[in-house]
């Protein structure tokens, strides 16, 4: 079983900047990938940036360029740095992690991001 503990939300105006962190924690931990998604009120969760385990990442097209992703391998961490914010930004963001053995998938909380025009 994995447990993720996220942290870094909060309310910011727009133009500004957050970054979030999820740590994984468990037995034998073997992650394929990292993740991000969000949820605005009313729309469904969507994924907004992801890091593989060879470091590759996706992003989607509404942040490209203005998030950044990463991960810290030794602490099972993935960091997401969220610049020029926007007020469309808000809502609440999830991590997801995708592990090998055995091939599943957890998700954290939630933190929510407001975002002030």
């Known amino acids: 079983q994995v447990q993720l503990a996220e942290s870094g939300g909060g309310l910011v105006q727009a133009g500004g900047s957050l970054r979030l962190s999820c740590s994984a924690s468990?037995?034998?931990?073997?992650?394929?990938?990292m993740g991000w998604y969000r949820q605005a009120p009313g729309k469904q969760r969507e994924l907004v940036a992801q890091?593989?385990?060879?470091?590759?990442?996706y992003y989607s097209a509404s942040v490209k360029g203005r998030f950044t992703i990463s991960r810290d391998n030794a602490k099972n961490t993935v960091h997401l740095q969220m610049n020029s914010l926007k007020p469309e930004d808000t809502g609440v963001y999830y991590c997801?992690?995708?592990?090998?053995?055995?091939?599943?998938?957890?998700w954290g909380q939630g933190t929510q991001v407001t975002v002030s025009s």
């Open positions: 890091i593989n385990s060879g470091d590759s990442t």
């Open positions: 468990g037995s034998n931990i073997r992650i394929r990938a």
């Open positions: 997801r992690v995708l592990t090998i053995t055995p091939p599943d998938e957890f």
